[in-house]
């Protein structure tokens, strides 16, 4: 991936251990359940491979300790995007003295990485304790961790009775009670090993130009308006202001699909069953060619003009290492964006969305990036203090929320809350004094993020999900909007009312 430090260079990351269902299930408070149904399909899928019962308990027990081990060591979710903590500078003979019990060297030429200047480590204490389980009592557990990893990664392209088994315990999981139909399945692992063949097809029948033009307009309108937002907080220097303001001014924009289609597009080759293929051997050339890309990079100078999400994609993001907000053309289509809708509709819709990845240049984590997407603090010690008093504000509100029962964690969500309070208060001084608009962009935004959740995929979304439920991420922005209090004349007796001193946000 790009060097956090020197973003035109590409450099080797040692990644994290699978921890299976992960650190945030096995210490969380009321989720033993999904623990033990979690190691109940780990005991399926080794029968299934071939053990009798007692065999594939005693491997799914030894499972289950390695997997609390590395969980005990592994960084909590939150800690992810503080590049402070992740970004660990080792050379190849400081990475042979962090893994004791692995022969580093050939492990590196084994991978064909060797020969780099650094290497990057993500968990230090993970890794850690990783070498301390790679010694000979272990051998048999790390054996049975590697293969349930190995049947796990690949279950959704084996046969029928894997598929199962994978798709049970993720509808148990997420509390979904009904099944894909097979036509959907194929489609979408179709869809799957040809991102960009299909991304192409989507483009020519779902977007157009005049719709790429319109999102350009309202763009605009944002990043102009974010830096008046910039310049009026009093508690930055005007050194720092300039900084900040250059940030927006060079941020690159990618609307809907890519100049030129990536070169892996290519390279990737699929063999029907009649010349031997199977989905299994797809998925596998799928997976080496990604591994021959990425391997191409080390060396070469980063091409930013690069698209590492398909057209198709529902979703739109901010890369801190390129300092660049994506808009794939998939999130530019109703509800989201209409150009049949009014102004203050497609404020609230795409506008409030193109607002927040905005918001994530001057987030928790992205604020930690300066323009060239170099990890380089540009802020005062005394504004980075008040950063932290106001993000501790944020923190501390959303904490107040609950669903089911179940806190919202502050702490995790705080990046995206950051963006999401700053994409309202652009939105809303964009439009200024149009009640109409305002009326319009609020019910938008409230009708994006309405969803219906099972109880199971609310506990997973609160353990896991770096955004706020979506009634909390409605209302809880909306409750710090002064706006919101002028348009529908909040009162004190109101359930959403919060009082001026409480409303929080970093970008006002």
């Known amino acids: 991936m790009q060097d956090k430090a020197d973003s035109s260079q590409y450099a080797v990351y040692m990644l994290y251990a699978d921890t299976l269902i992960g650190k945030e299930y096995v210490e969380g408070e009321g989720t033993r359940e999904y623990v033990d149904m979690y190691l109940d399909y780990v005991k399926a899928m080794l029968m299934e491979f071939?053990?009798?019962?007692?065999?594939?308990?005693?491997?799914?027990?030894?499972?289950?300790?390695?997997?609390?081990?590395?969980?005990?060591?592994?960084?909590?979710?939150e800690q992810y995007s503080d590049p402070a903590r992740v970004y660990n500078v080792y050379t190849a003979d400081e990475l042979q003295q962090l893994f004791t019990h692995v022969d580093v060297d050939r492990m590196l030429k084994t991978l064909k990485v060797d020969g780099q200047e650094k290497y990057i480590v993500l968990d230090v204490e993970q890794a850690k304790m990783i070498d301390s389980l790679l010694v000979e009592e272990n051998l048999e557990a790390l054996k049975d961790y590697s293969?349930?990893?190995?049947?796990?990664?690949?279950?959704?392209?084996?046969?029928?009775?894997?598929?199962r088994l994978n798709e049970d315990m993720q509808n148990a999981l997420y509390g979904i009670t009904e099944r894909w139909d097979e036509e959907t399945i194929w489609v979408r692992l179709t869809q799957d090993l040809l991102p960009w063949?299909?991304?192409?097809?989507?483009?020519?029948?779902?977007?157009?130009?005049?719709?790429?033009?319109?999102?350009?307009?309202?763009?605009?309108?944002?990043?102009?308006?974010?830096?008046?937002?910039?310049?009026?907080?009093?508690?930055?220097?005007?050194?720092?202001?300039?900084?900040?303001?250059?940030?927006?001014?060079?941020?690159?924009?990618?609307?809907?699909?890519?100049?030129?289609?990536?070169?892996?597009?290519d390279m990737m080759q699929v063999t029907p069953i009649s010349e031997g293929g199977s989905l299994l051997s797809n998925l596998l050339t799928s997976m080496h060619v990604s591994i021959e890309?990425?391997?191409?990079?080390?060396?070469?100078?980063?091409?930013?003009?690069?698209?590492?999400?398909?057209?198709?994609?529902?979703?739109?993001?901010?890369?801190?290492?390129?300092?660049?907000?994506?808009f794939p053309a998939a999130?530019?289509?109703?509800?989201?964006?209409?150009?049949?809708?009014?102004?203050?509709?497609?404020?609230?819709?795409?506008?409030?969305?193109?607002?927040?990845?905005?918001?994530?240049?001057?987030?928790?984590g992205g604020a930690l990036y300066d323009e060239y997407g170099n990890y380089n603090t540009w802020w005062t010690e005394e504004e980075m203090e008040e950063y932290k008093r106001l993000s501790k504000s944020i923190v501390d509100y959303y904490n107040g929320y609950e669903m089911m029962g179940t806190k919202v964690n502050g702490e995790l969500?705080?990046?995206?809350?950051?963006?999401?309070?700053?994409?309202?208060?652009?939105?809303?001084?964009?439009?200024?004094?149009?009640?109409?608009?305002?009326?319009?962009?609020?019910?938008?935004?409230?009708?994006?993020?309405?969803?219906?959740?099972?109880?199971?995929?609310?506990?997973?979304?609160l353990n896991t999900d770096t955004h706020a439920p979506n009634k909390v991420r409605v209302n809880a922005v909306l409750s710090s909007c002064d706006a919101f209090y002028e348009i529908y004349d909040i009162q004190e007796t109101d359930g959403m009312y919060v009082a001026?001193?409480?409303?929080?946000?970093?970008w006002r």
């Open 413 to 461: 969500t705080l990046a995206e809350n950051i963006a999401d309070l700053g994409a309202m208060t652009c939105i809303a001084q964009v439009i200024g004094e149009d009640e109409e608009a305002l009326d319009e962009a609020f019910c938008q935004m409230a009708y994006n993020w309405a969803s219906v959740d099972t109880a199971s995929f609310m506990m997973y979304l």
């Open 293 to 326: 890309y990425d391997r191409k990079l080390l060396g070469a100078p980063v091409d930013r003009t690069v698209w590492d999400v398909a057209p198709q994609t529902v979703n739109a993001y901010y890369d801190p290492a390129n300092n660049e907000v994506i």
């Open 50 to 77: 071939g053990m009798g019962e007692e065999e594939a308990q005693g491997s799914t027990d030894r499972i289950e300790d390695l997997m609390r081990k590395i969980c005990s060591a592994t960084m909590p979710l």
């Open 147 to 163: 293969t349930f990893v190995m049947l796990n990664d690949v279950a959704e392209y084996g046969s029928e009775a894997f598929v």
């Open 331 to 364: 999130i530019l289509q109703a509800p989201i964006y209409d150009h049949d809708n009014t102004y203050g509709a497609n404020m609230g819709g795409i506008g409030y969305v193109i607002a927040h990845e905005v918001s994530h240049a001057f987030d928790s």
């Open 197 to 265: 063949d299909f991304g192409m097809i989507y483009v020519e029948e779902h977007f157009s130009q005049e719709d790429k033009e319109a999102v350009e307009k309202i763009i605009s309108l944002i990043l102009e308006e974010y830096e008046t937002i910039i310049r009026r907080q009093d508690w930055m220097s005007q050194e720092t202001k300039e900084k900040a303001i250059r940030k927006l001014e060079t941020m690159s924009v990618k609307i809907g699909y890519p100049k030129e289609w990536p070169e892996a597009k």
């Open 500 to 506: 001026p001193e409480d409303r929080v946000g970093i």
